[in-house]
């Protein structure tokens, strides 16, 4: 475990100055942030069913009409405050989602997967079908390494309970559903976001001792998953009531303390994957295949036992036994280019 450099920094002020004023260009290598929404979030909980005496009150708001410049101004600070291959991930609703898009667009940012988290408890309607999803806009600063861990969480050929299926494509898919954390008793932001989902974003795009940033802390949630999983940790909040409130609860954060609570990926057998292929192991692999299939084992079962016993993978295995895939992917849901 490398020790990250002690520089958490929170600072209760608008971040668009507050970037302005402290953070230099290139420096942080992932930002994670949900912006407030311009519908009125101090008036929030009028649509969910919960106990308001445990939630923090001095939400700041932007009004609609303010709120294209807002996230011109934010946006174009967040990208530059970005290093050169770092990762910006804000979280949007839908009312002002295409301001959002349009202030992107202005950047020299890259698309990289628009996401959407699937939730729970959604806001309560009669008239219409009821909200559970979230925008999650994936992007990235052009120019440097980008840090994606394909691997941290599921390795390449681990399937399901049920053996169908690639777990590692399956946590891929740009569609996520995470339960938001029902905390009854427990003092709260307006709209905090679940730690499995800040857990797997800060997984995915960073690496233990990297600076993760967010705009709006809110309930310091970024921070404290980030500094949870060995990352170091800045931010900003208007609210001097959340902030006051939130900071006083980072002091218990252990650095590293969520690490050890984190699934450990299968280590991948594929250990010959990307060599270069000798004659002799083709025609090896082909006399296998050959047995085996003639032992009774299924195209797709003698390819698994293939890949194990070569460390390969079966993409590539079926390149060299000149079985059309078609033929072989007999369980749609294993989508054999997707594990090779
Ligand atoms: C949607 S909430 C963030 C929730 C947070 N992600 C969490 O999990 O608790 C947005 C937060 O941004 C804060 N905020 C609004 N305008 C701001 C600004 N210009 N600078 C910094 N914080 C701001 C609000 O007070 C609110 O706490």
């Known amino acids: 475990m490398t020790t990250p450099k002690p520089t958490p920094q929170f600072f209760n002020e608008d971040c668009i100055a507050g970037c302005r004023k402290r953070i230099g260009d290139d420096t942080v290598d992932l930002i994670v942030t949900d912006p407030p929404y311009g519908i009125d979030g101090g008036n929030l909980h009028k649509h969910y069913n919960r106990n308001e005496d445990f939630v923090l009150d001095g939400y700041v708001e932007v009004p609609a009409a303010?709120?294209?410049?807002?996230?011109?101004?934010?946006?174009?600070?967040?990208?530059?405050?970005?290093?050169?291959?770092?990762?910006?991930?804000?979280?949007?609703?839908?009312?002002?989602?295409?301001d959002i898009l349009n202030a992107l667009r202005e950047t020299k940012l890259k698309e990289v997967n628009h996401l959407i988290w699937k939730y729970n408890f959604g806001v309560w309607t009669q008239k219409k079908y009821i909200s559970s999803h979230y925008h999650l806009l994936y992007y990235v600063k052009p120019g440097g390494p980008v840090t994606f861990n394909a691997f941290d969480r599921f390795g390449a050929t681990e399937k399901g309970a049920?053996?169908?299926?690639?777990?590692?494509?399956?946590?891929?898919?740009?569609?996520w559903v995470i339960n938001r954390e029902y905390?009854?008793?427990?003092?709260?932001?307006?709209?905090?976001l679940p730690t499995q989902l800040l857990t797997k974003i800060i997984q995915y795009s960073s690496n233990e001792g990297d600076l993760v940033a967010d705009l709006f802390l809110g309930s310091f949630s970024t921070a404290k998953v980030a500094i949870g999983l060995n990352r170091r940790?800045?931010?900003?909040?208007?609210?001097?009531?959340?902030?006051?409130?939130?900071k006083r609860t980072m002091k218990k954060v252990q650095p590293g303390e969520l690490l050890a609570g984190l699934r450990a990926p299968e280590a991948s057998h594929l250990t010959n994957q990307r060599k270069a292929w000798t004659a002799t192991e083709k025609a090896k692999v082909i006399r296998r295949f050959k047995k085996l299939t003639k032992q009774g084992l299924k195209k797709k079962e003698a390819l698994d036992t293939l890949?194990?016993?070569?460390?390969?993978?079966?993409?590539?295995?079926?390149?060299?036994?000149?079985?059309?895939?078609?033929?072989?992917?007999?369980?749609?849901?294993?989508?054999l280019a997707g594990i090779a």
């Open 307 to 335: 890949s194990s016993e070569f460390g390969r993978g079966t993409w590539s295995l079926l390149k060299i036994v000149g079985v059309k895939s078609r033929r072989i992917t007999t369980d749609k849901n294993i989508p």
């Open 233 to 246: 940790a800045m931010g900003f909040e208007k609210s001097k009531v959340a902030f006051t409130h939130q």
């Open 162 to 175: 049920d053996a169908t299926g690639s777990l590692n494509y399956q946590d891929r898919e740009d569609v």
């Open 66 to 98: 303010e709120y294209a410049a807002f996230s011109r101004d934010w946006i174009a600070e967040a990208a530059r405050i970005l290093r050169p291959g770092g990762s910006l991930y804000i979280v949007s609703g839908y009312t002002h989602l295409c």
């Open 183 to 192: 905390q009854p008793g427990k003092t709260k932001n307006k709209n905090q």
